[in-house]
């Protein structure tokens, strides 16, 4: 697109409108110069050189082509011959058509011309023409995309976080001054009512920094799974088949009692995992029965079978959620997005598989029973003959036939019997491991049309791999409750498929997102992946009450709090729904840490690498000057497939090298080789590392694997990561990646608030309290995890803050001396400051203020019942050595099936309510002899009295739904008890006055005795 000159011509005709001259001065720089600029200048001011790279600048369109129109004279074929573009290329054909007015006619061009269009990524002409003096340009090579990353962090809008951060330095603050007051200004009517509450008020403060600093720096993240698929997923010169080259992920589902985690809501998350949108051939799904129930057992068999045609179906309608309980229960309409003519037809059809597929699992308890009855009648028929053989023709006296447990095929079931024995009961079984499920081929297998089923054609039927897996268990051995469970499933895995991330779910918690598993892997594979030891995915919940009364949708926590940890080393475990590094589980260093050092962490330097050495294992011959926490874990146990498999988990694990800036990376098209096919040594193997005896003299559960000796394991895992400099990501979906139930109940709530509460008392009491971390955590992730450790103590000083308000209504005495200015002004400034910062964190995380107050409610209501009962029995544990079980919380719905919230109006007594009802019982007499005191005073004590209600409205308030919940159903408390309750207040102030009459009554000749 280029001309040039020799000389300056003066006879050179005007340009048209809209062409751009430029001319390269002999130092390289680019003018911008017009023809008419060019005709004015003289020779004497410009060289030839200037002229010799002569460019018109021009877009290759038509609007700015000369005009076709001829003026006459002799020039008139030349200036006929531009209707040509001013770009000198031989081979343009573009015709430059005018209407009669002179404009340029689009239409005609568009439709009626052979007009080019440049060149781009929207057209390339498809002819022999080379643009350019080289030459050689192709569309693919203009179409080579550049690299793109497949996650983006998201910053929170500083309109919004620099506010945020604003207002917690001026209300910490203003707390400092508050508090400083407060302990300068006694009340010397009531010293030990202001001593006490002061002695709160610190600790309050405390620990309100505690939860507030490591939300300085909350950020959102997103992900790209368009990307994800171009790079791993397409046809490319490192993948010629097109196979994927994902690695492979092992998902694993525990449950341990088939009367509390019913087997149907078992079977519907391992329906959601097998129809999971992620490689087939790359996916395994593995679920760990710790109780080796037989009926578990049957039900994942009888759910295999039901997945030969759900998962099919998933894929050829696209369904969501894929789990089929949820899917046929949703309010929306079914059709909605959907093309195929056929999906009424085939959406029928699969209901009513599904439908007999419930039934054949509510049978099953039936069906076990009858068979194991026919079984050992037949078989104590035989036991009868024999021991009358041996006993001479008749009956020892003490014979008794053996009720077994009987399988399908007519074998004694190696698990927990229904009538338990020695070798057969839920502490005493052999181990077991069932693939039902086997690994599939490379190639997707379509399917075909079948009168009797669905027309599949064209549809990928495999199945992932899938394997029952239950421990062996012996008496004398520490079985390790869930962790011990976990660490099972984790060899087991390694040995038969290996797959470098591992993804665990309860098993109450099934894919709602098919593409979870793709969204995680994102952040896995991304540049600077392989420093991450987990992506934590936030839990959401179905059959919560509408008010969600106990803030069991627990939104501060999963949307502030997790939020907020992402931007600083990542947030913690928390159970359920995370994806780990299998290499980072393992105990190992990260390729990369940091090291943070200084009061605050503010310097921050590069960690050494510690690399494995063959030192001897014994803790003697360890530095002492190493962390427990940074020694490689060398004891993994006398398997050697076991062993073998960790350097290839972590190569496979690694991200993908694709640019110069991911480091630790891997080639592309590395991860295509079929997986080979299972033999019976290698099932035998991963038989042997599930054995109670393999831990023994080795490293699991100490720096391996899931981490044994507190109650709340999932917290301790993640810790030991991070403690090593390992970070983790918090992938927060569009659509929910993952659903489960929680309990609505208020008994259930408040126990398993205890388990959580109790397992951060361990924690505090413990090796893994942060105040002995190593240098790899952060100076705020220090922080976030010692609030862990510290918030069930904050319940003494609520409970006795709770009751403060009642002793100041029976004493006629207050905090303060007086309700004076500075208090009342203290107090303002104080709450709008917090009401402010609520607002903001609002803003942020998304959640609403009503979550935000439900959350406050059951933070009075567990902190002064489950949290205080959770340090007592740390502290038991802790000093007195005794141990603490905790139940199973109960997965199943209320008995009422009409209403789908029945099990919210059960009141079932626990211990957990009498501090909370002394709370509130005392709470309302005082109120009731704080009213009549001072009615019936002589000199009205009214400050002390607004003050002391003021308080005791406030404890009422958070108490309301601890309240709502004894009373269970609506309408069902008579009326009589309100009746009573008052009257007997009423009684009980009388008296109380009676007795202890207000100052100066009876010296103003006040007479309060009683003629009965």
Known sequence: MAT????????????????????????????????????????????????????????????????????????????????????????????????????????????????????????????????????????????????????????????????????????????????????????????????????????????????????????????????????????????????????????FVSTADPDKEPPLVTANTILSIMAANYPVEKLSAYISDDGGAILTFEAMAEAIRFAEVWVPFCRKHDIEPRNPDSYFNLKTDPTKNKKRPDFVKDRRWIKREYDEFKVRINGLPETIRKRCDIHNKREAIKEKILAKEKNGGSLPPDFKAEKATWMADGTHWPGTWLSPIADHSKGDHAGILQVMSKFPEPDPVMGYPDEKKLDFSGIDIRLPMFAYVSREKRPGFDHNKKAGAMNGMVRASAILSNGPFILNLDCDHYFYNSMAIKEGICFMMDRGGDRICYIQFPQRFEGIDPSDRYANHNTVFFDGSMRALDGLQGPVYVGTGCMFRRYALYGFHPPRANEYTGVFGQNKSPADNIQTKPVPVDDESQPLNVHPDLDVPKRFGESTLFTESIPVAEYQGRPLADHISVKNGRPPGALLTPRQPLDAPTV???????????????????????????????????????????????????????????????????????????????????????????????????????????????SIFLVIYCFLPALSLFSGQFIVQGLNIAFLMY????????????????????????????????????????????????????????????????????????????????????????????????????????????????????????????????????????????????????????????????????????????????QNGIDLSYNW
């Open 4 to 251: 040039s000159k020799n000389k300056k011509s003066t006879n050179t005709p005007q340009s048209p409108q809209g062409v751009k001259f430029t001319r390269r001065t002999a130092s390289g720089r680019i003018v911008s110069l017009s023809r008419d600029d060019d005709d004015d200048m003289s020779g004497d001011q410009s060289s030839q050189n200037d002229y010799i790279n002569y460019t018109v600048m021009m877009p290759p369109t038509p609007d700015n082509q000369p005009s076709t129109g001829s003026q006459g004279g002799a020039n008139d074929g030349s200036k006929a011959d531009k209707r040509v573009s001013v770009m000198k290329s031989v081979n343009n054909k573009s015709m430059l058509l005018r209407t009669q007015t002179g404009d340029f006619d689009h239409n005609r061009w568009l439709f009626e011309s052979k007009a080019k269009y440049g060149i781009g990524s929207a057209f390339w002409q498809d002819d022999d023409e080379q643009y350019g003096t080289n030459g050689g340009v192709t569309m693919s090579d203009f179409m080579d995309k550049p690299w793109k990353p497949l996650t983006r962090k998201i910053p929170i809008k500083s309109s919004i976080l620099s506010p945020y951060r604003f207002l917690i330095l001026v209300r910490l603050v203003i707390l400092f001054f508050f508090l400083g007051w407060r302990w300068r200004n006694p009340n010397p009517d009531a010293m030990w009512l202001w001593g006490i509450s002061c002695v709160c008020e610190s600790w309050f403060a405390f620990s309100w920094l505690l939860d507030s600093l490591p939300k300085l720096n909350p950020i959102n993240r997103s992900t790209d799974l368009i990307t994800l698929h171009e790079k791993f997923e397409q046809v490319s010169p490192s993948n010629p088949t097109g196979r994927s080259d994902l690695p492979g992920v092992d998902v």
């Open 684 to 794: 035998a193997e991963a038989v042997a590392v599930i054995s109670c005896w393999y831990e023994d003299n080795t490293d699991w559960g100490g720096k391996i694997g899931w981490i044994y000796g507190s109650v709340t394991e999932d917290v301790v895992t993640g810790y030991r990561m991070h403690n090593r400099g390992w970070r983790s990501v918090y992938c927060v979906t569009k659509r929910d990646a993952f659903r489960g139930t929680a309990p609505i109940n208020l008994t259930d709530r408040l126990h398993q608030v205890l388990r959580w509460a109790t397992g951060s008392v361990e924690i505090f009491f413990s090796r893994n309290n942060p105040l002995f971390a190593t240098r790899r955590l952060k100076f705020l992730q220090r922080i976030a995890y010692l609030n862990v450790g510290f918030y069930p103590f904050t």
């Open 827 to 1002: 107090l303002l400034v104080i709450t709008l400051t917090l009401c402010c910062i609520s607002i903001l964190e609002v803003r942020w995380s998304g959640i609403s203020l009503e979550e935000f107050w439900r959350n406050e409610q059951f933070w009075v209501i567990g902190g002064s019942s489950a949290h205080l009962v959770a340090v007592i029995q740390g502290l038991l544990k802790v000093f007195a050595g005794i141990e603490i079980s905790f139940t199973l919380t109960s997965k199943s719905a209320g008995e009422d099936e009409d209403d789908i919230y029945a099990e919210l109006y059960l009141v079932k007594w626990t211990s957990l309510f009498i501090v909370p009802l002394t709370i509130i019982s005392v709470t309302l007499l005082a109120i009731v002899i704080g009213i009549s005191r001072t009615i019936y005073s002589v000199i009205p004590q009214w400050t002390q009295l607004f003050g002391g209600l003021f308080f005791a409205f406030w404890v009422l308030c958070h108490m309301y739904p601890f309240v709502k919940g004894l009373m269970g159903r609506r309408g069902r408390v008579p009326t009589i008890i309100y009746v009573w309750a008052g009257l007997l207040s009423i009684v009980i102030s009388l008296l109380y006055v009676t007795i202890s009459p207000p100052d100066g009554a009876n």
